[in-house]
């Protein structure tokens, strides 16, 4: 198999003008690229190892590329819990970005972590986004069972 990388760097492109759009950003992909992929970071802290590696099965290369850039896979995950530790753990991944891409408030983040999981829905078939979605805390579930059937 042959790796095409213009390729991989034309889809790439393609897919943070649309990505963009959809969050509302306009043409700005440099800051929806830091979203896209803080909360894929923020993701992947959270889930199994094993549920990683079949999400990112599902996942175009340059998506794939942006879940795994710089992993450490860490045998004890952390304890998030609810909603806003995620926002946080998100924003902590975005470093000193974060201000200016989600706010002070978490309402924003909220807004864009909802958003691209119903994005992600064009690469990621609905039993992997369930299979997520049942391995998540309680209170972290509608993060992604309001965006499922999408």
Do not use: C
């Amino acid at each position: 198999m042959a790796l095409n990388f213009n390729q991989y760097a034309t889809e790439g492109n393609t897919f943070l003008k649309e990505y963009a759009k959809h969050l509302g950003l306009g043409k700005d992909t440099e800051k929806a690229g830091r979203i896209v992929t803080s909360i894929l970071h923020g993701l992947r802290e959270i889930i199994p190892i094993q549920e990683s590696l079949q999400f990112i099965a599902q996942l175009p290369m340059f998506l794939k590329a942006a879940y795994v850039n710089g992993w450490t896979i860490k045998k004890k995950k952390p304890k998030i819990k609810h909603m806003e530790e995620f926002v946080e753990l998100v924003k902590k991944f975005d470093g000193a970005a974060a201000i200016n891409d989600y706010g002070y408030e978490n309402e924003l983040a909220e807004k864009y972590i909802d958003l691209t999981f119903r994005y992600l829905r064009k690469y990621v078939s609905l039993g992997e986004m369930e299979d997520i979605r049942d391995g998540l805390p309680k209170n972290l579930k509608s993060m992604i069972y309001s965006n499922i059937m999408f």
